[in-house]
């Protein structure tokens, strides 16, 4: 009996660890995400924003779902799927502004991840 518990939590630990190396993970926002956003929207935020937006990120866009990377869609698809999904936060349009264009530094096709 004893020995067929250790093998189950041998077994349950090996899977969550699995797991947690497997899931996927939201990038950290760097000096050349901010300059991207800058030159190609005449958007300025600063890095410390930024993190910021990807805080709210995962606050706000995981509570009807699992949270989705920026880089599962690319800069066309984010634009309308945001607008559908950012009128479901109640937040305000400047931090709505600012998550999305964290979304965006992230997204398939945005150069600066080519
Ligand atoms: C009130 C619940 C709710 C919140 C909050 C929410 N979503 Fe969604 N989301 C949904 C539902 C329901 C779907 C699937 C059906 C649909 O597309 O409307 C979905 C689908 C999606 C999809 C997949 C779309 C597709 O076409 O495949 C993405 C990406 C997404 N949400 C991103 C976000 C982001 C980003 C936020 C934060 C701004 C967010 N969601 C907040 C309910 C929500």
Known sequence: MKSIHLVMVVFFVTMMVTLIACSPKLYLPE?????????????????????????????????????????????????????NMSAKVAIGDSSKRMILYYILAGAKDAEINQ
């Open 31 to 83: 000096q050349a995400h901010s300059a991207w956003v800058a030159e190609t929207y005449q958007y300025t935020g600063t890095v410390d924003q930024f993190n910021h937006a990807r805080t709210m990120y995962t606050q706000y866009c995981q509570s009807c779902h699992d949270l989705h990377m920026p880089s599962e869609y690319t800069i066309s698809e984010w634009d309308k799927i945001y607008t």
